[in-house]
């Protein structure tokens, strides 16, 4: 019988070895790894086991595991030695957060040991015995290891079957994928008071830095459409603003250009970039940068997106079809609209619910969920969140200027920020003409360079709050995303003790002064009346207006230099747009392409065929409609910049204040956006600090696709994304602080809630 250890696979051959492995589930060798994703189905699995049995006496098993299922109860990746496959084995386990090692014998199982799960802490695993005793134990190297836990054989190691894998016990919106690699392949705190201050600053320093030296760069991978299709000129990936043919597709020495200067990194290099007209590339250099605080821009990565031939890829383009034609029905018509049978919105959602099933979102699509985000918060309440609507209040103003939290002033000092704004025409009062780039002779002029901004057609009747897709899509037309965060951290800074609503002065705190929305529990100077708050000082200049404020752009220059990376130097992935010009080609028999059918056939004879290609005054198009004139911007879709940004930046809020506080009152626009009006949904009294937040970086992901120029897994990769760097830079500040025990605390995008303290960044139990 062999020995476990001579067990060895480093999957790079791209195919699994049947004579090593029995696969079950969902599973793929790519990129020198194994990745493994559920099929649908409330209880699944997908993983190898060993061909044959091995005898694991005086040998060992171990993974190296890159990545496990996203934290759930319920949703397991595992590594295990058995006898039979569910009641005798030993294995360790990471589920929700946790990573446990047990045993399985006759059918009972039992935890011998358990620890928070660190994907770095614990990217080893090994199942080892020796003299009749078996151990479970982890490594961050492969080579030092430490055991979690020894035990007498629990059961016989002599002819064991070896596997890993990934299952889950129920439904979830998105698990992810675990990913595996190379079977059985090669402080203390720092004193705040010290008499020298320079020396004190220069260990701070240097703590900082090894702490960044100690993270692991993450492999970036992308998903080789750049060569999946021979034959083909690039036409899976970004192009927009070089030279194409006659149809639209990448001239290839053009495209070479741009891979040279990005292999090379020679600012040379990018400036001989072959352009097809006037319209220059956005920032291709950005990633290169260095950052002297937070992850480096190459430190966090993005899986690979989607495909260009995948049914993800046909789905999510379905969509945002779906969305560009539904952009001017009112948010506060979507319940109506999506039980009455032939509207736009019921058809929408049956589509997404039969046609488009793998689109990224929810299992079953609904009115409440329809284009909404997956993470806590977005689901509940308004489609559009409270920050993005609400003002402030304050007694001493004039009724219908800033009294009320209805009138939609934000008080900013002194001044005040309008939440309407100047918004563009509609399909009602344009037609055809308020949507962009469905004609094919403007889309490809549009994609050799020509410039067409600035011919926004807006409606200047009013300034109005955001009522459907088409205002949301202008929002993130011409913001800088961190606006957007800006004004919630004023807002939450400025509300006064009361009831969120109305400015009355015998119920309504001293504006600016009583805080309606307190800080977060690591504070160490609010909120008032925890253990932490300080009996002699506020926060300021830490802990205080002037560190948010400050931090809020910080980390958006690091996200979005994090996420630009990702952009030129790693995926490369085509605009919605672009795809869309490679339907209408399809359709139009101007050339073939490797879609994955659904995609097709829903715009030639499914749902989509009601609309497209009868909608526009250019019969025939099959063509994305995009709500601006010059479409996309002239970088890569993924990750998306907006939703990076914005999932930093909510981060960041969330570690400053108590997400757990209620946003009480809730508003939403009525139909002509014109004013605010209560929502009396029966989850009114749900929503939290916290998942408006969550909302609001969803609001302004989802609004870019809303425009036709991003996809969903562009937001939903990039706001973690975000997330990663905010914690970075997080567990570097909290290095730097003079106050006793201050912490930030936050739940994650995931649900897990994380403390950072003193440099470390660790799980909170769930209470």
């Not at 589920?95 to 080893?124: F, K, M």
């Not at 078996?134 to 070896?162: A, C, F, H, M």
């Not at 509609?426 to 094919?440: I, K, M, Q, S």
């Not at 198009?621 to 990750?639: F, V």
Request: charged share 20%; proline share 6%; net charge negative.
């Amino acid at each position: 019988m062999a020995k476990a250890h001579t067990l060895t696979d480093n999957f790079s051959d791209t195919t699994t070895d049947t004579s090593k492995w029995s696969a079950f589930g969902t599973y793929q060798e790519v990129n020198q790894r194994l990745e493994l994703r559920l099929e649908e189905g409330s209880k699944t699995a997908s993983g190898y086991n060993s061909a044959v049995a091995y005898d694991l006496t005086g040998s060992s098993f171990k993974l190296e595991v890159i990545q496990t299922l996203r934290a759930y109860l319920g949703a397991r990746t595992y590594l295990r030695a058995f006898i039979t496959e569910d009641f005798t084995e030993v294995g360790i386990v990471v589920e929700n957060g946790t990573l446990s090692c047990g045993q399985t014998v006759g059918g009972t199982r039992t935890v011998l040991a358990s620890v928070p799960y660190d994907p770095v802490l614990h990217r080893w695993w090994r199942l080892s015995e020796s003299s009749g005793t078996t151990y479970w134990e982890t490594s961050e190297d492969g080579r030092n290891w430490r055991t979690l836990v020894g035990k007498v054989n629990p059961i016989s190691l002599t002819q064991v079957k070896l596997g890993f894998g990934a299952a889950r016990d129920m439904q979830f919106p998105q698990l992810g994928m675990a990913i595996f690699d190379s079977v059985n392949g090669a402080g203390g705190g720092l004193p705040r008071r010290v008499e020298e201050r320079r020396l004190s600053a220069w260990r701070v320093r240097e703590q900082a830095s090894q702490l960044a030296a100690s993270r692991p760069h993450s492999a970036h991978f992308n998903n080789n459409d750049e060569v999946n299709y021979p034959g083909y000129s690039f036409v899976g990936n970004f192009s927009k603003g070089l030279k194409h043919d006659t149809v639209g597709d990448p001239e290839p020495v053009s495209y070479g250009s741009l891979l040279r200067a990005l292999e090379s990194r020679d600012p040379g290099d990018f400036e001989e970039i072959l352009l097809g007209g006037a319209k220059k590339l956005t920032n291709p250099q950005a990633g290169l940068a260095f950052d002297l605080e937070g992850p480096d821009a190459q430190a966090v990565t993005l899986p690979p997106a989607p495909r260009f031939d995948s049914q993800q890829a046909a789905h999510e383009m379905g969509e945002l079809y779906w969305m560009a034609l539904a952009r001017d029905v009112p948010f506060i018509d979507y319940a109506t609209e999506a039980t009455t049978t032939g509207t736009l919105l019921q058809r929408a959602i049956a589509s997404l619910n039969g046609e488009f099933r793998d689109f990224g979102g929810f299992d079953t699509v609904t009115a409440q969920n329809v284009f909404r985000g997956i993470y806590p918060g977005e689901q509940v309440g308004p489609y559009v969140s409270q920050f993005l609507l609400k003002g402030n209040v304050d007694p001493r103003k004039p009724a219908g200027q800033g009294r009320d939290a209805a009138d939609g002033f934000i008080t900013y000092g002194s001044q005040v920020i309008d939440q309407r704004q100047w918004t563009v025409k509609g399909f009602p009062e344009l037609g055809a003409t308020a949507d962009y780039l469905t004609n094919f002779t403007d889309w490809l002029a549009v994609q050799n360079g020509r410039d067409d901004r600035g011919v926004d057609q807006f409606d200047m009747t009013r300034r109005r709050f955001i009522r459907n897709l088409r205002d949301g899509a202008n929002y993130v037309h011409f913001d800088q995303v961190v606006n957007a965060f800006y004004n919630a951290a004023f807002y939450l800074m400025a509300e006064p003790t009361g009831d969120q609503s109305l400015g009355n002065p015998a119920s309504t705190g001293r504006p600016q002064v009583d805080m309606e929305f307190p800080y977060n529990p690591g504070n160490p100077y609010d909120p008032s009346g925890t253990v932490s708050d300080s009996r002699t000082q506020v926060g300021f200049a830490t802990f205080g207006p002037v560190h948010l404020l400050q931090t809020l752009l910080e980390v958006a220059g690091r996200a979005g230099r994090a996420v630009w990376w990702q952009k030129w130097g790693v995926h490369r992935r085509l605009r919605p747009e672009e795809f869309g010009g490679r339907l209408d080609n399809h359709l139009k028999d101007r050339r073939g392409y490797p879609f994955n059918a659904s995609i097709r056939n829903s715009l030639a004879a499914g749902g989509l065929s009601a609309y497209f290609p009868l909608r526009y005054n250019t019969p025939g198009s099959y063509l994305l409609p995009q709500a601006y004139p010059e479409g996309a911007p002239t970088h890569p879709a993924y990750g998306a910049g907006h939703a990076t940004i914005a999932g930093a930046c909510a981060t960041l809020l969330k570690a400053f204040f108590d997400e757990k506080a209620p946003i009480e009152n809730p508003l939403l626009s009525n139909a002509d956006g014109t004013a605010l009006v209560a929502y009396t949904g029966a989850d009114a009294s749900q929503l939290t600090v916290g998942g408006e937040l969550n909302k609001l970086a969803g609001n302004l992901a989802l609004f870019r696709n809303a425009a036709g120029v991003h996809w969903r897994s562009d937001y939903s990769e990039s706001l973690p994304l975000g997330e990663k760097v905010a914690l970075g830079l997080l567990q570097e500040l909290s290095l730097t602080f003079n106050e006793d025990n201050a912490f930030f605390q936050l739940t994650k995008f995931d649900g897990t809630t994380v403390r950072i303290f003193d440099g470390c960044v660790t799980p909170v139990p769930a209470p």
